[in-house]
T-cell receptor, first 109, second 112 residues
Framework: DVKVTQSSRYLVKRTGEKVFLECVQDMDHENMFWYRQDPGLGLRLIYF???????EKGDIPEGYSVSREKKERFSLILESASTNQTSMYLC????????FGEGSWLTVV | GQQLNQSPQSMFIQEGEDVSMNCTSSSIFNTWLWYKQDPGEGPVLLIA?????ELTSNGRLTAQFGITRKDSFLNISASIPSDVGIYFC????????????FGGGTRVLVKP
C-alpha cells in the first residue's frame, strides 16, 4: 500500500514562529503536493514539486515556502506563522494516482 | 481557471438506500478520482478512472468517467451508517503534473 506520512498530526504554534511540516512518501513518486483545507473553501494547493529541488507555486503560496532535498520528502515551511494560517494541511504524492497523508492540524495563537 | 461543480452539496440517506453524486467540469480531464474524507482525517482514494466511458466498481461503490471527459458520477448502493463522510471528486491532467482540481464535496449524513 502507498503510504504518505505527515510527521505531526496536531501542532500549536505562536504567531511569528517558524513552522516545519514534514511529509514522507514510500512509493518513489516524483510529484508531491501541499494543500490546505478550510471550511467552505475546500482544498487549495499551496506548492507542488515535480522532482528533487524543483518546486512550483500553487494557488495560494503566499506566506509559505517548501523544500524537496530528497525524492521521498517534501517539507512545508511557514517562515513566520500567522493566525490566518491556522488550518488543516494535507500532503499528497502521485504517480498515476494521487494519495494523501492523514493531515496536520495547525493552530497558530 | 478550471472549476468542478459537485452536487449535491449535502444529502441525508436512509440506511439501505442507493445514492448518487456527480461532478461536472468546464474543461476536460485525463483522470477522475473520487475520495472520501472522514472528520479529522485526510482524503482516502475510493476509485480512480483513467478512460472516457470507464465504469469502475469498488465494493458498493461505482463510478463512471463521462464520455465527454467533463463529468463523472459516484453511486453508493445499499448505504450503511459508515458511509457518512464527505465525498470529493477530483480531476487531473497529466500535462499539468497531475495537479488536482477538486469539487466542493458532498456531505453525506444518515437519517436517524
Amino acid at each position: 500500500d502507498v503510504k504518505v506520512t505527515q510527521s505531526s498530526r496536531y501542532l500549536v504554534k505562536r504567531t511569528g514562529e517558524k513552522v516545519f511540516l514534514e511529509c514522507v512518501q514510500d512509493m518513489d513518486h516524483e510529484n508531491m503536493f501541499w494543500y490546505r483545507q478550510d471550511p467552505g473553501l475546500g482544498l487549495r494547493l499551496i506548492y507542488f514539486s515535480y522532482d528533487v529541488k524543483m518546486k512550483e507555486k500553487g494557488d495560494i503560496p503566499e506566506g509559505y515556502s517548501v523544500s524537496r532535498e530528497k525524492k521521498e520528502r517534501f517539507s512545508l515551511i511557514l517562515e513566520s506563522a500567522s493566525t490566518n494560517q491556522t488550518s488543516m494541511y494535507l500532503c499528497a504524492s502521485s504517480g498515476n494516482t494521487i494519495y494523501f497523508g492523514e493531515g496536520s492540524w495547525l493552530t497558530v495563537v | 481557471g478550471q472549476q468542478l461543480n459537485q452536487s449535491p452539496q449535502s444529502m441525508f440517506i436512509q440506511e439501505g438506500e442507493d445514492v448518487s453524486m456527480n461532478c461536472t467540469s468546464s474543461s476536460i480531464f485525463n483522470t477522475w478520482l473520487w475520495y472520501k474524507q472522514d472528520p479529522g482525517e485526510g482524503p482516502v482514494l475510493l476509485i480512480a478512472l483513467y478512460k472516457a466511458g470507464e465504469l469502475t466498481s469498488n465494493g458498493r461503490l461505482t463510478a463512471q468517467f463521462g464520455i465527454t471527459r467533463k463529468d463523472s458520477f459516484l453511486n453508493i448502493s445499499a448505504s450503511i451508517p459508515s458511509d457518512v463522510g464527505i465525498y470529493f471528486c477530483a480531476g487531473s491532467i497529466k500535462a499539468a503534473g497531475n495537479k488536482l482540481t477538486f469539487g466542493g464535496g458532498t456531505r453525506v449524513l444518515v437519517k436517524p
